[in-house]
């Protein structure tokens, strides 16, 4: 992972937010206090960075961990490729403390649900989690930001740890709304590549235009006639012909046994961010930086191994849909770029409108800035990008 500021949030209190940020070098602690603004007009629901920063660094000496068991509650299975992640997490932990900390590790939603996780780390009755993020979008709106990069998975993974852990522009907004709900981001591990299913051929963008497509949520456009259709139903509506193509991750698309109703798939050559690994900010609080820093170390572990493992599932099911008779093609570089905008537009358009809502326009107009920049597309924030918060009120944390 790369050596970068890693922000972590200590306290929220009504008008001030104190941030305890830790070096990935583990060399040294820094505590930044700030203060909120008398302004109750500003529109950023974050306290400003322009307010006075205080910097201490504590010793270099090696500092004893007291004994501690973390508990990490997951929905993934042990076997899945989400467990191993997680097994390979907690065995460096324990490995690189001598044992000093210990896990208990809750596999298959035997805590809770994926859309319980957040609760159960937040308020403390776990201490870990493998967020998964997408289900909460409108409580921790800024960390859901355009979660798709090109031209690879490693890409996606370097992208959304510069936003959320290395800029820190962005990573301190994106801690401090985290820090709301009690917890702290880690580091994200692959989501995976995504495909184009289709009933025949389909050498580029322009082979869609006029076709039917059938789409749950996002809806490309790229001048097709979209036929609205539930994930669960994809394979028969395809197979049926109620529509010609779909999109979808090429994990979804094997596990729907998609090949078995068309037979041309085409990576997109966009990449998913999955799951960040996320603790709870009390429990962050009883590691000494030594301890910190090997977390950090396990997380970036973690990822490489999501990686390795991703690669090994394309290989072995690539020959799953040869011997099915799919031909696997790939957009070419044009079509690449032409789609990731199309795709950051749609959800930077998402993420303005719950921006809006929730009086924190400025602050995501920061995250989207960089996340184009970082990403080389071209965006820029709608006209109007402020709203004003009523005296003593706050948009962000649990909704």
Not at 90 to 117: N, P, Q, R
Not at 220 to 228: H, T
Not at 282 to 310: H, I, K, M, N, Q
Not at 349 to 378: H, K
Request: glycine share 10%; hydrophobic share 45%.
């Amino acid at each position: 992972m790369k050596k970068g500021l890693i922000v972590g949030l200590a306290l929220v209190a009504a008008l001030a937010i104190a941030i305890a940020s830790c070096s990935r070098a583990g060399d040294t602690d820094t505590v930044i206090a700030t203060a909120a603004s008398g302004d109750p007009a500003t529109s950023s629901t974050m306290v400003p960075l322009t307010t006075t920063t205080f910097v201490v660094e504590t010793t270099t000496l090696a500092l004893t961990q007291e004994p501690t068991t973390v508990k990490y509650a997951t929905r993934f299975n042990e076997g899945d490729a989400g467990g191993k992640v997680i097994r390979r997490f907690v065995d460096y932990v324990e490995g690189a403390t001598g044992g000093a900390v210990t896990f208990e590790v809750f596999f298959g939603g035997a805590l809770g649900s994926e859309l319980e996780e957040l609760g159960l780390v937040g308020s403390g009755s776990v201490d870990m989690t493998s967020l998964a993020l997408p289900a909460y979008a409108d409580r921790l709106p800024l960390a859901s930001f355009p979660l798709w990069a090109a031209p690879d998975a490693q890409a996606a993974i370097d992208y959304a740890h510069h936003l959320v852990l290395d800029e820190p522009k962005t990573s301190l907004l994106i801690q401090a709304e985290a820090g709301v709900g009690n917890i702290l981001f880690l580091g994200f591990t692959s989501g995976g590549g995504n495909v184009f299913v289709s009933r025949r051929a389909l050498a580029g963008l322009a082979d869609l235009a006029g076709k039917r497509f059938g789409a749950s949520g996002f809806e490309p456009a790229l001048g097709c006639e979209i036929v609205k259709t539930n994930s669960s139903r994809m394979r028969d509506a395809l197979a049926e012909g109620a529509f010609e193509a779909t999109r979808a991750s090429f994990k979804g698309s094997i596990d729907l046994k998609l090949y078995e109703a068309a037979k041309h798939f085409v990576w997109d050559g966009v990449y998913g961010a999955g799951s960040p690994i996320v603790v709870n900010l009390d429990t962050w609080a009883r590691l000494t930086p030594e301890t910190r820093a090997v977390f950090y170390e396990a997380a970036g572990e973690a990822a490489d191994l999501s990686l390795e493992l991703d690669s090994a599932y394309v290989a072995e099911q690539l020959q799953v849909l040869a011997g099915a008779g799919v031909a696997v093609g790939s957009l070419g570089a044009e079509d690449i770029d032409t789609w990731y905008q199309l795709l950051f537009d749609y959800s930077a358009q998402g993420c303005m409108s719950r921006a809006q809502s929730l009086g924190i326009v400025d602050d995501m107009v920061v995250v989207l800035t960089e996340a184009a920049r970082f990403v080389g597309v071209a965006w820029s924030p709608p006209a109007a990008t402020t709203t004003t918060a009523a005296p003593g009120t706050s948009t962000t944390g649990s909704r």
